[in-house]
């Protein structure tokens, strides 16, 4: 129950002498906690929680709370910058907002000119809340090359979905989920996409059953009734192992199976090709453990399986997701209260409507770089990072010559940091907006300062499945920056597009808002709205599929030429895939984690944040250390075939001594040289992007499983 109320929010600002207090959504990471922002003399002075928000009850985690430390830092951006040395020389001068994106528009027109609009690249990474208006910016353009970090996260859960059961399936806290299966995630760290780790831990705490597959032991994995401590990048073999024990036992739903599957027979046949010996031997998990894991899911109802992003980074991303939603869908979990819930939205217009993707004409389309080798990637509009990079580096299958990066840092963020920093030098024209100078930035030719969540109107949790939507206020304005939406509404118009855009971006909004019958001045008054909430609705109309049933076999995949049943295969750099280089490189090495602190690359500038976390650490097991000369605290080089990093070794005895787990997107923005120390402890610096290592249908990269040696550094 909430204690909070108006009261304490009066005395509040009478006891401090706030002048105002704004409710709104925070958005240092994926976003939605309800928050009271309390200003003081035109700043943000203090940010609370709301407990009156059905997504966070009042709770908030560190990075909400250190907010104002980016948002007021010394070194944030807070006009536009134009590059006057050559790339990487940290010399820039201050241009005015006109200048920067009559620059900008100039070249995207010159570049359409001479070699097609698809030689123009927008890009962004994770979901920050612009995805729908970069989709419609490069959409209307013509472009159909949108670099995000869609092929190995959260992309391949909706793409997967869509085309196994019309939409991804939401684990349904509010309702009590009796059994929950923690699968390569950590929700109370990460609070990812749709979820916070509040409801996950009240669930625990209420009595719920746990299982947690990961080679790590996590928190939930100390919590666990069962903890599987899988080889990494063996998910899928481990769950087809769970699907034939559900199956051989009769664990299933027999009501679901008869009426609303499709392709039962051959699932069948596929998941007795996985008897637990061969599963085992697989993932080093002993047989019994997957037995009562499966027995322990399939039993006790309702269930639900809380994915991360672990089972998307890795050659077998798409099947993975497609095998946990199996067993999903065939233990009768899907759409079923207090199980997995294909939730509506509210009635507005949505992001696919928004992104204009039916505006974007044919030929432009099958256009779109990799498009006939990651097929299902392609279909989602989603790109494998290496297409563009060849198509910078190469010119092949035709030329790329500019780059416009909307929140990423792709230089540290995306599979072999070396070639993505050869493709940005390159690359003809470059712009970014960020709030920093970051080592991608630094590359760039145009800097344009952008807002932060403090600093605009938006409709947070827009693109996210769990029904709900809510307003984000704009409580300040700091410089002259401003928000991803308004810069690209107003780039719009300097390239022709006005017809397709707004005078200003609440307009927008209106828009996406009308079909509710809502103006934005209507629902910035609102708390939230939410869509019809309604379970086991296939009775009634089936699932959104083409055979209208839950699709074990895909009917979609089989037509693009894959595979329509999951599969494992083994990792491409593995102790039995690369024996030889297994010996030279003797050790696992899991790439990223979520830290409590960072978002990615971010939040290493704020003070309070950066204490959590100073320097870059990777896990390793005290028996390894000691193998290999290795003491708590010590220097050590990871090395693969691809590069060597420098971090800190910590020795943790809750992972195998065969693996090795360094954290990733660490760069120093204290180090003031214009590459802010990006090459020395960039994890993607050993990360492989070849095509070959890629999951066939997404294009993931396995940044989860490589080979690699560790030592200690020379001093
Ligand atoms: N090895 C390895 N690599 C990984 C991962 C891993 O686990 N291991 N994880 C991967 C995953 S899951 C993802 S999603 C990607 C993330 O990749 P990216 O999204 O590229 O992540 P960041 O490096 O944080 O880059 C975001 C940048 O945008 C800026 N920014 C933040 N919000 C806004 C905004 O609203 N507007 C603008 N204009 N800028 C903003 C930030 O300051 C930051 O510089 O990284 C991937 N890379
Ligand atoms: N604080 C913070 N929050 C974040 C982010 C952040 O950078 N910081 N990033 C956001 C983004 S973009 C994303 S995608 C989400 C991701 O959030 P999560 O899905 O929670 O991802 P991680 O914490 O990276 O990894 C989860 C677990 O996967 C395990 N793991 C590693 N390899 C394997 C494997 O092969 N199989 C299995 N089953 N498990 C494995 C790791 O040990 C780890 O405990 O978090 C989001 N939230
Ligand atoms: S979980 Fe995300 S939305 Fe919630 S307070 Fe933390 S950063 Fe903000
Ligand atoms: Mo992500």
Redesign the pocket.
Known sequence: MSEFTYSNWAREMEVYGYDSMVKSHCRM??GGCGVLVYVKDGKVKKIAGDPDCPINHGTL?T?GLASTELVYHPDRLTHPVRRIGPKGSGKWERITWDEALDTIAERMLRYRDLHGAESVVLGY???RENEAVIYRFANLFGSPNVLT?GHF??GPRIATSIITCGSNPIVDYENHPKCIMV?????V?????CYKGEPFSLALDEGAKLIV????L?RAAARANVWLQ??????AALALGMCNVIVNEELYDKDFVENFVHGWEPFVQRVNEYPLERVEEITWVPRDKIREAARLYATIKPAAIQ?????E??INCADNDRVLMLLMGITGNIDRMGGQVLFRPPNIRNVGQFGAHGMLPREQRDKRLGGDMFRLASRFSIINPKCVWDAILEEKPYPVKMLFFISSNPVMTRDNAKEVYRALEKADFMAVADFFLTPTAELADIVLPAATWLEMDYIADFWKRHGYILPRRKVIQVGECRSDHEMLNDLAHRVGMGEHWWDDFEKALDWILEPAKLKWRDFKEMDFLRGEVAYEKYREEGFSTPTRKFELYSTVLEKMGYDPLPQYRETPESPYSAPEVYKEYPYIL?T?????????T?NRQAPSLRELHRDPIVEIHPDTAGREGIKQGDWVVIESRRGRIRHRAMLFAGLDPRIV?AQH?WWFPEKKDPGHGWAESNVNILTDNSYETCDPAMGASSV??LLCKIYPEKT
């Open positions: 990471c994926h985690c990075k990474g994770t979901g970090a996260c959260y699968w390569g995630n950590n929700v760290i990460s609070n990812p996409d597959v990961d080679p790590r996590t899988l080889r990494p990048g063996t998910d994915w991360g992003v672990a089972i980074q890795q899991i990223g984690k979520r830290l409590p602190g960072f978002f990615h971010e787990a997107a989860r499983t």
